[in-house]
T-cell receptor, first 110, second 113 residues
Framework: NAGVTQTPKFQVLKTGQSMTLQCAQD?????MYWYRQDPGMGLRLIYY???????DKGEVPNGYNVSRLNKREFSLRLESAAPSQTSVYFC?????????FGDGTRLSIL | GDSVTQMEGPVTLSEEAFLTINCTYT??????LFWYVQYPGEGLQLLLK?????DKGSNKGFEATYRKETTSFHLEKGSVQVSDSAVYFC????????????FGQGTELSVKP
């Protein structure tokens, strides 16, 4: 029973590089989310997807893109990484209740 | 817009002390409310929830009551343990926006033996 799986767990990038964070859930949930967690800032919503085929901006979408590939998968892409995007990224999924979270991706941009 | 405000941390308590972490919210609709806990190096886990006014969520000795009149959902525990040391997040789920989950800034709790 994997729940929400995020890959990779750790990544170091140079400024200007691109990368995609992967997220998959096996609970058949409709809604999926991407958050970033920074000290003193809590979890800020980057993008979310209420259902397969739809995506919407959250609180801090600039510099990111997302793809809801199918019901299971929701990826987050950084096209040109910046040091300000150094953070811990969490993916979550939910149906009508609370969110189930992955273990996070720790991303450092030098 | 919709938002959650928590008391600032860190909060440091002695073992067996009483814990209160304040949480208030602003929502355009009628949200569900949650408390999550995050242990060091881990993701967030649901601690408890309440879906309508006057509901009390409880788990592992923690409790919180959905107070619509004061737009609050304060977390309480009568006797904390060292193992309760973690970061606690209050959150709401907006029902009319695809179930968007909005979090407070988190409150770090440290319990000393």
């Amino acid at each position: 029973n994997a729940g929400v799986t995020q890959t990779p767990k750790f990544q170091v990038l140079k400024t200007g590089q691109s990368m995609t964070l992967q997220c998959a859930q096996d609970m058949n949930h409709n809604s999926m989310y991407w958050y970033r967690q920074d000290p003193g800032m809590g979890l800020r919503l980057i993008y979310y997807s209420a259902s397969e085929g739809t995506t919407d901006k959250g609180e801090v979408p600039n510099g990111y893109n997302v793809s809801r590939l199918n019901k299971r998968e929701f990826s987050l892409r950084l096209e040109s990484a910046a040091p300000s995007q150094t953070s811990v990224y969490f993916c979550a999924s939910s149906e009508t209740g609370h969110g189930h979270f992955g273990d996070g991706t720790r991303l450092s941009i030098l | 817009g919709d938002s959650v405000t928590q008391m600032e941390g860190p909060v440091t308590l002695s073992e067996e002390a009483f814990l209160t972490i304040n949480c208030t919210y602003t929502a355009t609709g009628y949200p569900s409310l949650f408390w999550y806990v995050q242990y060091p190096g881990e993701g967030l886990q649901l601690l408890l929830k309440a879906t309508k006014a006057d509901d009390k969520g409880s788990n592992k000795g923690f409790e919180a009551t959905y107070r619509k009149e004061t737009t609050s959902f304060h977390l309480e525990k009568g006797s904390v343990q060292v193992s309760d040391s973690a970061v606690y997040f209050c959150a709401l789920r907006v029902r009319n926006q695809g179930g968007k989950l909005i979090f407070g800034q988190g409150t770090e709790l440290s319990v000393k033996p």
